[in-house]
């Protein structure tokens, strides 16, 4: 079984637009798709690191001197790179969301598609696991992570719900939530639901969107001018903060203006919106939501 197929792994790369010898940083290394392209583009004293929190990924270590791998979550970029000796970098890609492996080895709890007790860790050594969030949190932690990350109008009822349920005996496996929160499954949008449910409960579990805002605001320090970013997103929630941020250095409101008027912004964008063809997406369906945007630093 392949690790992982990269996504838009020629367009992605190409966004860095590669110095032979520059420093980058793949921040979600996985089965090492777009990490070996980056290395296949570096010149003998280049650079690349890549971070990955998920244990399994370290199996996919790449034998390359001018290669590190370390096991640890994106959000502490910076900590880690300056424990190498970095302080600025030429290029950082990502791309975010899970991996295929995840998706496709069934105990991990990713995928809908099986049987398995609720898990949906990234980084196996957390605490926090989909069985904490849907057994311990109270009803209105479950409304808020329905609501916000799974943007489903019944929220307030699948929290009652799973509250009802699980005082009668504690919810384990998949399956278990499947039956509990049957009512809200139709069944020609059953997959899409339960996709929305699942996607809500691994960003609380993993907090995702925490660390994408803690990620992204260290990569204005850590980009060196005219540095690059090339990112794929596959929900609303990121790629909304990926432009956001993208566009003003900033998740809400707007930037500060200089002297002259202008807004003071630490980066620009590079071209539009880039998504996968739709041959790239029969061959790859995870691909079917990527959307892939690249800014550099002013």
């Known amino acids: 079984m392949e690790y992982h197929n990269p996504v838009l792994l020629k367009e992605t790369v190409d966004g860095l637009n590669i110095e032979p010898d520059g ?33 399994d990924a370290l199996e996919n270590t790449i034998d390359d001197s001018r290669f590190t791998l370390i096991n640890e979550n994106f959000r502490y970029i ?54 904490q969030v849907v057994n311990n949190y109270d009803e209105e932690q479950l409304k808020q992570v329905f609501l916000q990350y799974g943007e ?13 349920s699980r005082a009668i005996e504690p919810i384990v496996t998949s399956e278990q939530l499947k039956k509990v929160l049957n009512k809200f499954l139709p069944p020609r949008h059953e997959n899409k639901v339960l996709a929305q449910i699942y996607q809500a409960i691994r960003i609380e579990v993993n907090q995702e969107i925490e660390a994408l805002k803690e990620f992204l605001l260290q ?16 929900h609303s929630l990121e790629d909304r903060l990926v432009k956001r941020f993208m566009r003003n250095g900033l998740f809400e409101g707007e930037p500060m203006r200089d002297m002259y008027g202008n807004f003071d912004v630490p980066l620009k964008k ?29």
């Open 270 to 298: 590079v071209g539009g919106l880039i998504v996968p063809s739709k041959a790239e997406i029969n061959t790859n369906s995870r691909a079917r939501s990527a959307k892939l945007r690249i800014a550099e630093k002013i």
């Open 152 to 164: 489903l109008r019944a929220a307030p009822a699948m929290a009652r719900l799973i509250i009802e």
């Open 219 to 234: 990569t204005p320090e850590i980009l060196k001018v005219e540095g690059r970013l090339s990112f794929i997103s596959y």
């Open 23 to 55: 420093i980058y940083v793949d921040v979600t290394f996985g089965g090492g798709g777009h990490s070996k392209e980056i290395l296949k583009r570096l010149g003998e004293k280049g650079k690349l690191f890549a971070f990955d929190q998920d244990l």
């Open 78 to 131: 910076k900590r880690f790179l300056r424990f190498y000796g970095v302080k600025q970098v030429d290029g950082i890609l990502a791309d975010f969301g899970v991996s295929s492996h995840q998706f496709d080895v069934a105990e991990r709890g990713f995928s809908t598609r099986f049987e398995a007790n609720l898990d949906m860790r990234m980084n196996q050594q957390n605490a926090l696991s989909a069985f």
